[in-house]
């Protein structure tokens, strides 16, 4: 696609219940980082993956949280056993390399209920 | 820690005024800062950038003005619009080395009529 692409854009689930974010990055970046964004703040990074170099998950805020980059595209964010403080909006970004732009996704809006 | 702090938190101007959002750091390593815009319900995008061999860039009615020194960079909005209306987010991170894109708090603007 032309834009970097998250999926389901919106997530209601039950608290207790382990949920899986997706994201497509533009095609050929070697960048890709997970942001949270709570309602009306600022971006939370998550997690920061850069080619085959080991992920910076100093961002990651409980053992709940992890990500893998399968093939060095496709991303999943997983939030295990959800509680309603992670209600939030994840965004995901892209970049063709380090210090470059960085593109967003539309975000991926989950409700923990 | 905040490696970006940003203020203000929420600026209100009048239409055709400028808007001033200013931007702090403390990573002498930093080399890449760019500012995003954000629309409600959409992703960041990147509005304009600097690396830090130049003191000020323009594209338009949007500047950055960029002190090395007191390791400060401002983004200037002239003739404010309300289309302008946004939230905007000033970033920075290291071109080179396995290091993630870090925002500050972001600052709401609302260009009023």
């Known amino acids: 696609g032309a834009g970097v692409s998250q999926s389901p854009s919106n997530k209601v689930t039950e608290k207790g219940k382990d949920v899986e974010l997706r994201c497509d990055p533009i095609?050929?970046?070697?960048?890709l980082y997970w942001y949270r964004q709570s309602l009306g703040q600022g971006l939370e990074f998550l997690i920061y993956?850069?080619?085959?170099?080991?992920?910076?998950k100093s961002g990651l805020p409980s053992d709940r949280f992890s990500a893998e980059r399968t093939g060095g595209s496709v991303s999943t964010l997983t939030i295990q056993r959800t509680q309603q403080e992670d209600s939030a909006v994840y965004l995901c970004?892209?970049?063709?390399?380090?210090?470059?732009?960085?593109?967003f996704g539309q975000g991926t809006r989950l409700t923990v209920v | 820690q905040q490696q970006v702090k940003q203020s203000p938190q929420s600026l209100i101007v009048q239409k055709g005024g400028i808007s001033i959002i200013n931007c702090a750091y403390e990573?002498?390593?930093?080399?890449?800062f760019p500012w995003y815009q954000q629309f409600p319900g959409k992703g960041p995008a990147l509005l304009i950038a600097?690396?830090?061999?130049?003191s000020e860039k323009k594209e338009g009615r949007f500047t950055i003005s960029f002190n090395k020194s007191a390791k400060q960079f401002s983004l200037h909005i002239m003739d404010s619009q309300p289309g302008d209306s946004a939230t905007y987010f000033c970033?920075?991170?290291?071109?080179?080395?396995?290091?993630?894109?870090?925002f500050g708090t972001g600052t709401r603007l609302t260009v009023i009529p």
């Open positions: 970004a892209s970049s063709a390399a380090r210090g470059t732009e960085a593109f």
């Open positions: 993956f850069q080619g085959n170099s080991a992920p910076d």
């Open positions: 600097i690396r830090p061999d130049v």
């Open positions: 990573n002498t390593a930093f080399d890449y």
């Open positions: 970033a920075a991170s290291i071109k080179t080395g396995a290091n993630n894109l870090f």
């Open positions: 095609s050929g970046h070697t960048a």
